[in-house]
């Protein structure tokens, strides 16, 4: 079965530096979309990024980017010039059919002013 | 595009009673929605997968005959909790997927926190 697994559970950063949270992942698929998620205090899931395994280039959107090891099957998220807003839970995520998303526990990320 | 409402928002209930939570998908098809449940400071559970016009499909451990699901439309999707009771307090949220999304994202509702008495 696919597991997803975040280690951190709590991150800080402080406003304006760089702060990179951890996601590995466990399958046999070959094909597969990756996720990151972002959860404020509303609790409306934002999608903050996606990546298709097939890519070998790394996603990026505006501040966010990601480090995709397919061998290593990590998948970290690295927030550039960290804004107040930026403070939230975030998941990681996969999905290799559109059927099923799985998970990983979250981390909550504080940005310190 | 691709917005997901849920109905209630926040819901209070007597233990005992039903309460159904709607979850609509505003601007596209969606042939399967899916239902969450998350607890504090915890990831989103997955509840049920549900497909318009068939029955929904339940993960394991959670009763089907207390989580009525209805997918009877391709833009609606509804959960009922019956019989409710204190321990069902939680926050549920649905997400609906669009076979033309061509990168398999769901697109999730904004939640419905339910608070059991």
């Known amino acids: 079965a696919q597991t997803v697994t975040q280690s951190q559970p709590e991150m800080s950063v402080q406003e304006a530096e760089t702060v990179t949270l951890s996601c590995t992942y466990d399958?046999?698929?070959?094909?597969?979309?990756l996720f990151w998620y972002k959860q404020p205090p509303s609790r409306q899931m934002i999608l903050v990024i996606r990546q298709e395994a097939y890519k070998q280039q790394n996603a990026t959107e505006n501040r966010f980017s990601v480090n995709f090891q397919k061998a290593a099957k990590s998948f970290s998220l690295k927030i550039s010039d960290s804004q107040l807003g930026d403070a939230a839970m975030y998941f990681c995520a996969y999905s290799n059919t559109g059927n099923q998303f799985y998970f990983g526990t979250g981390t909550s990320l504080t940005v310190i002013p | 595009g691709a917005v997901v409402s849920q109905h209630p928002s926040r819901v209070i209930c007597k233990s005992g009673t039903s309460v159904k939570i709607e979850c609509r998908s505003l601007?596209?098809?969606?042939?399967?929605m899916f239902w969450y449940r998350q607890f504090p400071k915890k990831s989103l559970m997955l509840m049920a997968t549900?497909?318009?016009?068939?029955?929904?499909?339940?993960e394991q451990g959670v009763e089907k005959d207390k989580f009525l699901i209805n997918h009877a439309s391709l833009t609606l999707s509804t959960l009922t909790v019956t019989s409710a009771h204190p321990e069902d307090s939680s926050f549920y949220i649905c997400?609906?997927?669009?076979?033309?999304?061509?990168?398999?994202?769901?697109?999730f509702g904004p939640g419905t926190r339910l608070t059991v008495t």
């Open positions: 549900s497909n318009e016009g068939s029955k929904a499909t339940y």
């Open positions: 601007d596209f098809q969606a042939t399967t």
């Open positions: 997400s609906a997927h669009s076979p033309d999304s061509p990168n398999y994202e769901q697109y």
């Open positions: 399958t046999s698929e070959s094909d597969y979309y």
